[in-house]
């Protein structure tokens, strides 16, 4: 059976979170990623396969290696998904910021 996973479940996990700032500069192993954590090693293979799953992470073999990095692709699928509410707020606090320039207390 092929499950399909939400991107957002995956990144509501702060492990998750953790290997994608772990692999976001450089392509690791699973061994290296695991080496980062407290955590059992198939914990982590969990995790990865996730992450996986979901295309944040793709995989690539170099010899008997498999190395996770970051699919920036899927990153930018995220990215793009948030950036209204983050307009939203930044306007929100923006039009704060004008309103208490201009308060001046009572006396």
């Not at 290296?32 to 995989?59: G, M, W």
């Not at 509410?85 to 923006?94: A, G, L, S, V, Y």
């Amino acid at each position: 059976m092929n499950l399909r996973r939400d991107v957002f479940q995956a990144i509501a996990d702060p492990t998750r979170r953790a290997i994608l700032l772990l692999v976001a500069t450089q392509a690791m192993t699973a061994g290296a990623i695991a080496s980062n954590f407290d955590t059992a090693r198939p914990t982590v293979s969990k995790h990865l396969q996730i992450l996986t799953e979901c295309e944040l992470l793709k995989q690539q073999q170099n010899g008997r290696e498999m190395y996770y990095h970051l699919n920036p692709q899927k990153m930018k699928e995220i990215a793009d998904f948030i950036e209204p509410f983050r307009n939203m707020w930044d306007d929100r606090f923006n039009k704060l910021e004008d309103i208490m320039k201009n308060y001046k207390p009572k006396d």
